[in-house]
């Protein structure tokens, strides 16, 4: 078992005749992720690597194929709409990829999600995978990943191949691996992924990445405190970055002296967390952590 | 993105929210001829991007980026002043920043000055308005000093502003019974422009009451979404290169992420995250990152090169640390888009290069085969340790 994605998983890919779409589509399918279908709109009809069935509306897609799972590739300017398709047609996992979404069109998609039986993982985001179910739905290298009980949670991407790749050398694998996503309004948050980790029983141990911007890493902390036994690590990047400066992502930012890495890092360490100095000390950190808990 | 104090003063005129009379000149004849138009108490102010313009003073020695001027011909030689020259702020840094424009505006009898802002807030997923009656200084020292002296009023973004809530402003900030109406008119105004543009700050500061109970905004700061701005052309139109680091411009024109900062490491890095994580390692081992640069999930070559340009043409640049997780972009592609780019460039500074990930052995061989002075690093902290030595051999 593992959280939200696994061999019941039935996807289907919102903009899959674009060119990262269809890139991407290919990759997950290769992975083993069952694609059973895309969407574009007026390629209807037309069938993916000549086998998955492209419809014009997710609608179609989810009545003829059972699609539970959808993943957005759609370009900023019309992605908040894909995703209020996804919702309006019950899909209940919905992972938007896409970077560079308007906020405002995000904040009225979050309005839309509220009372539905959707879940929103990001956008901007690498997406989700679960080693084990073979089941990958986002843009993150695969083979990087191995079967395993840790549970990693992030605001980045690239970064998280880090953290992952440190785990799987230290011989540890993955439970499931959440990209949450970097801009400052989204879906799953930090502390959501936390609790479903924490409620997941494959899962033994949680890495938390987290960077400069917004309180949801305060707010995993608190949870954590709480609620939590399991061994948590954390990394916090930023340490170093200017105030008022958005860092490549559009959610980090240290604006009014508020967001900083050292006032996460202090919440997190004051919630009993593993922080890890560097990036380097992910891995020894968690295995720290994990031989502290026995 | 951020735009000028005359350009906002325009959006805010379209949009019906009052400012004092004034006009922007680009030349001191300019400025005599908007200031023949007005009355006698004007005030000449500086337009750069950066804040603490009153209380800043020029590199020619003349001080205040905020004057008053009585007459056309005094404000000729004010503008004079300014124009051209360099102004340094608490928010400029120590370079400061050349006026190349000054706004002309005629200065208002002021009763009171209050505070009136709309952020988006990422907690709340909705826009809130953030007020005070202790306007014209720095709301966060109001915030420090009495936190009840700011009122937050969450804005549902399926409704819009409601009417009692903009009339719960207007009582709360001071408005006489009879001025209510008029302020709750003027509370809207501001929201409309806050959501027709996209906008992630609106900040009024000082909002005044004169004397004869007219109001103005007479001074404002507006931030817009960046990922929005491909809907608005005529916001896009405002921007000002010239108050943007070059750098930082030249960057965004290869679709590369670049900030400036005040180190002497540079370092290139694919992904935000981490770049920002490669940024504090480099710091924790003892060096300072002269900048953040993603190179995005995707770089191609030409970026890497391009990249490489702007760091190798940086001076205070002393070596240069690579960090590449190479995920669906593969290593070796990497590590031949880094040697044709030493090749094309020229390295004056020692590279530390730290490959990891896809094909990360094709990638290390190509880098070792190429003959160049590349310092390989397997780990991550050997490739901070490894660069932040070689900057400092260079000193």
Redesign the interface.
Known sequence: MSVLVGKNTRLVVQGITGK?GSFHAK?CMDYGTNLVAGVTPARGGELFEGKVPVFDTLLEARKETGANASMVFVP??FAADSILEAVDAGVELIVCITE?????????V??ALKDSKSLLIGPNCPGIINPEGRCKIG???G??HQPGKVGIV?????????AV?QVTNRGLGQSTCIGIG?D??HGLTQRQAVELFNNDPDTEAIVM?G?????EEEEAAAYIKQHVKKPVAA?I??????PG????????IVS??KGT?AAKIDALREAGIAVA?????IGDTLVEAIRQKK | MNIHEYQAKELLEKFSVATPPGKVAFTPDEAEQVARSMGNNLVVKAQIHAGGRGKGSFTNGVKGGVQLAKTASQVKSIAAQMLGNTLVTHQTGADGKVVKKVLIAESVNIDREIYFAIVMDRAMNAPVIIASRQGGMDIESVAAKSPEAIYKEVVNPALGLQPYQARKLSKLLGFAPADMKDASKLFHAVYKLFMANDCSLVEINPLVVTKDGKVFALDAKLNFDDNALFRHPEILAMRDLDEEDPREVAASNFGLNYIGLDGDIGCMVNGAGLAMATMDIIHFYGGEPANFLDVGGGANEQQVTEAFKILTSDKRIKAILVNIFGGIMKCDIIAQGIINAVRATSLPVPLVVRLEGTNVEKGRKLLQESNLPIIAANALADAAEKVVKAAKEQK
């Open positions: 990262s990759s900023p300017a560079g979404i308007p906020v405002q069109d995000m904040m009225r979050k309005i843009i993150m290298p083979y990087i992030s605001r980045s991407g690239t970064l998280t191949y880090e790749w970097g400052p309004i990445i960077e400069i911007g917004g309180s990394f990047a930023g340490q170093t970055a200017p400066r958005r860092m490549g992502h559009a959610g980090a009014g002296g890495a100095k560097t990036l380097a000390e």
